[in-house]
């Protein structure tokens, strides 16, 4: 079954009615209990706050959610998102700009904007510590008082599989980067691909639950396609940890078997021993394999501002018993969450998945500043899109969300469902990816 451009937006879940919660303006009690060491500080360039002060620390697929989403349903509070970077730039999608099949435009929005026509502050700035007991986040541009407060900084990688050595890692990152932190990880890559003139170039898959699942098989078809169409003497060689493709895997693998036999090998269950950037040549288990290019991505980990902060002992192993797994409030702080792929829980690490949640934790805050109705636990809904081709353009489709288990505390998988047949759905499914974004996009950037 295809997926209509109207299904998949009716699945993403931005179709969803935004009623907003009771409003009244009381704040919650604090109820901190642990006190840190207050450095000397100076206030961040912002308005007193009018009301219940909301602070949302990542302005990505989680973050610009719960900022947008916590003002319409409380529009007494008063919200800054606290964001690094000057623009947005979208992971999804992001695959086909590395061949030219999308442009840099579809994927960058403007931060200014979204805070303009959603009323709340944009504070370009970097978080770097928390003082608990005061309630004040400390950033690289001043201290800024919060009653609430979300950490949604997504993800960093850890290499600590393949090394131990800085210099290495440096090199690692710099000279072969992973591409999954868009920016300039995704430039070099681009012009490593748009570039290449033959021979092997090496992707992998980390094992985990790393960000976006089927991301890296979708690039390896992606990339194997553009070599095809260009005629090149060239293979992509995808170097996969995990036993088998993690997720669509019938459409990924029958891609990678009728499309790609000449331009694609997949070696599963392959875990890279050693890299030597001087020779070119990647040692596994099994053999070793010389390379013209690569980008290697390594294991994810949550950002490692939550232990800089205190909030995660160990943000690299977080377990789901450091936050509530159904509120997203850290254990022992009744007003700071963690969401996004940070979250410890084992959602998908996607897009959708962190938007749909991000209304969720909204709904959270909101009801606290409303003092209203608790509300029930909802599900983050998952609904990716992936391309297995480009010329045509072909996608691949998965929905899922998740059931909680009460007797265990822990959630599976429910409702899954997918369109895999991309001989048949394929075009359909690509129009539905690019209405997808558009609406997700709408969703983050306009009222
Ligand atoms: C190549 C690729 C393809 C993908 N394809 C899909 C797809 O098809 N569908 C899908 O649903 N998902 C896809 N994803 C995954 C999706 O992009 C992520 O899951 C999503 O971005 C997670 O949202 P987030 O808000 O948790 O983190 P992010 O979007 O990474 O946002 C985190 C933000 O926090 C900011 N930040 C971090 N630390 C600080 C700090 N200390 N102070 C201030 N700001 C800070 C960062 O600058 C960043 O803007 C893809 C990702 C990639 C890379």
Known sequence: MA???????????????????????KIDGLKLKEAVKTN???????????????????GGWSGLS?????????????????????EFISGPLSNLWLVDKIELEFLTHDYLQAARENNYTYFHATAIDLDRKNRILKTSDGDVSFDYLVFAPGIDYDYSRWTKDIAFETRLRQEYPAGFIPGSEHITLRNKVLNFKGGNFILTVPSGNYRCMPAPYERACIIADYFK????????????????????????????????????????????????????????EFNEISFEEAAFYPHVRGAK????????????????????????????????YIT???????????????????????????????????????????ACFSAVSIA???????????????TD???????????????????????SNRAWATALYMDMFSK
């Open 3 to 25: 997926i209509s451009r109207r299904k998949a937006l009716q699945f993403s879940g931005v179709l969803v009615a935004t009623t907003a919660l009771n409003a009244s303006n």
């Open 40 to 58: 000397t500080s100076y206030n961040a360039p912002l308005s007193p706050a009018k009301g219940p002060r909301v602070v949302v620390v990542g």
């Open 66 to 86: 719960i900022a947008k989403y916590t003002k319409i349903f409380a529009p007494n509070a008063d919200v800054v998102l606290v964001e690094q970077r000057y």
């Open 229 to 284: 169409q260009k005629k090149l003497k060239a293979k992509v060689i995808l170097l996969d940890e995990n036993n088998a493709i993690t997720i669509k895997k019938e459409g990924f693998q029958s891609a990678f078997d009728k499309l790609y036999s000449d331009y694609l090998e997949y070696h599963p269950n392959t875990k890279i021993q050693n890299i030597d950037l001087d020779k070119k040549i990647v040692e596994t």
């Open 305 to 336: 501002i939550l232990e800089r902060v205190g909030i995660a002992k160990d943000a690299n192993n977080m377990l789901e018993g450091d936050i509530n797994t159904l509120t997203y409030e850290v254990n022992d702080e009744k007003d700071i």
């Open 340 to 382: 996004g792929d940070s979250r410890p829980m084992g959602f998908s690490k996607s897009g959708n998945t962190s938007n749909s949640e991000g209304h969720y934790v909204a709904t959270l805050i909101a009801q606290k500043i409303n003092k209203s109705k608790k509300i029930k636990w909802e599900s983050p809904t998952t």
């Open 392 to 406: 045509p353009e072909r996608a691949i489709y998965i929905y899922t969300q998740y059931a909680y288990n009460k």
């Open 409 to 431: 505390s822990t959630f599976k998988f429910t409702s899954t469902s997918s369109s895999e047949n991309w001989l048949k759905d394929g075009a359909v499914n690509a129009d």
